[in-house]
């Protein structure tokens, strides 16, 4: 019984705290963002040059550059 009387005071504690709240909200708004950037990215023709620059990286390791 004590098992679950802890469990019990531990899940309230989290359910009132705002810490997992706050995080939650960080999470949200780094997900919008990146959405958003992927979606400017993507729309723009940048991840075109982006390509380029990592095919020349990959052509200098591996010696065929």
Do not use: P, W
């Not at 999470?27 to 991840?47: K, N, P, R, W, Y």
């Amino acid at each position: 019984m004590l098992e679950v009387r802890f469990f019990e005071e531990f899940a309230e504690r989290y359910l009132r705290g705002e810490s997992g709240a706050t995080a939650v909200e960080y999470a949200l708004i780094c997900g919008i963002l990146m959405v958003a950037l992927i979606g400017i990215l993507g729309v723009s023709g940048a991840t075109s040059g982006l390509y380029d620059v990592f095919q020349l990286i990959i052509d200098a390791i591996s010696g065929e550059g």
